[in-house]
């Protein structure tokens, strides 16, 4: 199981979500994948869940919430994409892990979980009260249609197809302030240069160790991402970046 | 077992606690509640274990440290009350808990730790080295008085009389800027106002979804605590809230 | 298993780690122990090291990866020093390690680590892609040289021969604000004066509770190292300490 959220790891989200995790599915080992997704921000996270998701191999369930609706009338669903498993909002943030699946000719469906009559739903923490239950109940093998709470979601409900397929922003911004565009870089030529909003142009290295200390770069981070990056140095705070910065190919 | 602490969760103090649990409670499970427990405040602190120890089930053990006092007279105990165990610094930690669980006429006791002869004990961390072992030996079922390294309190030891049974003020900011008060929602009226030091009220609102971006409401949150938020934003900056400011009901 | 790092908790950099151990070697159990090591620094890193490996029982595998030249020519390594084993960069990070073992006459031995020939290397990110399976190999009983992956270091390689034995500067700012030295407590006279960059000039208490609220002092922290605290404070605002600020002992 792995944990994609906006939650934080201090305060009592992730902690009480792990404590229903435990509870019934104690078998099932647990992965803080990213706390800090993009806050609020279902669309910027769309584009690093599905950089990171691939990373785990098929089979793999992604307790993944980053919900600002929460109360309101968004779907909560399962998703079936690539192979994995994906529990959260129907609120676009596996819009671009089911596109991309789609696209690889992959089998991709999502259904409705329904609320268990017996457990109790707060109003503002659906990550522990339904998401959790149901992402606990797939990694224990009751994957829908069998887990009889789930409906099939309509063809094309909850899509965003209005998104790009590649985001020219900055999604992510990391511990050491390297700053992750939604862009792949395996779509990139080599000698693309990224235009930051202050106008400051960058080129293409490998690694930070390519460049002299202080100088900014792009480059293929770990996960197959364009990222901004400054050797040994903040890029978010050199260049200016945050997450929604937008960046342009020149 | 749950972990509710002002330790933080980068350096080496939750490690260590957990590095002793692992070793002498390999089998139990420990779960991050809270690392961030309002800092050397165990007033703050009380109001906000006992609304979220509740969610866990009976038997839970709960290592809870705010401790400002380390090294100092105050007592290390282990308590029982509401059917949990509580270990850690009787500093008025556990005042609240203790209260509602009489108030409820369960029982509730404690006792005072003694140190282990043959184990080092350092001036400045008995998180680790005195409430992680004690905790470690409730979890695994040696709980007072047969583990015999423990003595019972004096009725009334410690206990913080004068404090409230519902406090006022604000007792945590979670990671989205959301304020926790120290008010159980379940005792206040559905018209009740909030008045914030900076003289804003706010009425009260099921959830987030309910209001409109950028509004400012109160609610029950998941724990039961009245909780001062900002739909889509961030209420202490918005309000100027942090831990300890006053917050009237008018 | 025990992690050493400056990846930071809530991105993606730890939790990739943990899922290779997890798959690697899901017997062996984590422990964070810092995930906020000096940014950047091994040099003020190998002090922290050296000074919260010895707490943790001879066998313990430590992941340490402080690593800015990651995908440039410093030396993966498997260091085998006080009879604990250290898997990481050769950027000075083992340093002090190695040479306090060594001044105790403990064998110190080390080895490069190989690249696996199906496994696929980032250029960025050498913890998830070469230390962290190094580590699982060594912690499932593989250690070198029977694990054939592995070649012996040349004598003297890597080392850092410049550095001293104790580092009178802060190497580490916790959570609660205090500043951590590089140096050894039971190395220093009880009367020992520690002067600041500021001008302030701190005498030695055993802890918090023994001066009074708002006072700076130094002292023996639960590690063993000298650190600069103020009971009730901060003591990094209220001196202005930060990692690499020098320390005077006068």
Same mark, same amino acid.
């Given at each position: 199981?792995?944990?994609?959220?906006?939650?934080?790891?201090?305060?009592?989200?992730?902690?009480? &979500?792990?404590?229903?995790?435990?509870?019934?599915?104690?078998?099932?080992?647990?992965?803080?994948?990213?706390?800090?997704?993009?806050?609020?921000?279902?669309?910027?996270?769309?584009?690093?869940?599905?950089?990171?998701?691939?990373?785990?191999?098929?089979?793999?369930?992604?307790?993944? &919430?980053? #919900?600002?609706?929460?109360?309101?009338?968004?779907?909560?669903?399962?998703?079936?994409?690539?192979?994995?498993?994906?529990?959260?909002?129907?609120?676009?943030?596996?819009?671009?892990?089911?596109?991309?699946?789609?696209?690889?000719?992959?089998?991709? =469906?999502?259904?409705?979980?329904? =609320?268990?009559?017996?457990?109790?739903?707060?109003?503002?923490?659906?990550?522990? #009260?339904?998401?959790?239950?149901?992402?606990?109940?797939?990694?224990?093998?009751?994957?829908?249609?069998?887990?009889?709470?789930?409906?099939? =979601?309509?063809?094309?409900?909850?899509?965003?197809?209005?998104?790009? #397929?590649?985001?020219?922003?900055?999604?992510?911004?990391?511990?050491?302030?390297?700053?992750?565009?939604?862009? =792949?870089?395996?779509?990139?030529?080599?000698?693309?240069?990224?235009?930051?909003?202050?106008?400051?142009?960058?080129?293409?290295?490998?690694?930070?160790?390519?460049?002299?200390?202080?100088?900014?770069?792009?480059?293929?981070?770990?996960?197959?991402?364009?990222?901004?990056?400054?050797? #040994?140095?903040?890029?978010?705070?050199?260049?200016?970046?945050?997450?929604?910065?937008?960046?342009?190919?020149?």
């Amino acid at each position: 199981m792995v944990l994609f959220t906006d939650f934080g790891l201090l305060g009592p989200y992730t902690g009480q &979500v792990k404590a229903v995790l435990q509870s019934a599915a104690p078998s099932v080992p647990v992965i803080d994948l990213f706390a800090d997704a993009p806050m609020r921000n279902p669309r910027s996270a769309a584009y690093l869940l599905a950089a990171y998701a691939l990373w785990f191999p098929a089979g793999t369930v992604l307790l993944s &919430v980053v #919900d600002p609706g929460v109360g309101g009338d968004r779907a909560p669903v399962i998703v079936e994409a690539d192979g994995r498993w994906y529990v959260g909002p129907e609120n676009g943030l596996f819009e671009i892990v089911m596109r991309r699946a789609e696209a690889a000719g992959m089998a991709v =469906r999502s259904w409705e979980i329904e =609320r268990q009559p017996d457990a109790p739903l707060s109003a503002s923490f659906h990550g522990r #009260d339904l998401f959790a239950p149901a992402a606990a109940r797939v990694a224990l093998g009751a994957t829908p249609p069998a887990a009889a709470v789930q409906e099939p =979601r309509p063809p094309g409900a909850g899509r965003r197809t209005d998104w790009p #397929d590649d985001l020219p922003e900055i999604v992510y911004v990391d511990h050491y302030g390297n700053a992750m565009t939604g862009l =792949r870089a395996a779509a990139l030529a080599a000698e693309a240069v990224f235009e930051t909003p202050g106008g400051c142009r960058l080129t293409r290295a490998r690694t930070f160790s390519d460049v002299p200390p202080g100088a900014a770069f792009w480059y293929e981070n770990s996960n197959g991402l364009a990222e901004i990056a400054v050797n #040994d140095g903040r890029a978010d705070a050199a260049l200016g970046l945050a997450v929604g910065s937008p960046v342009r190919i020149v």
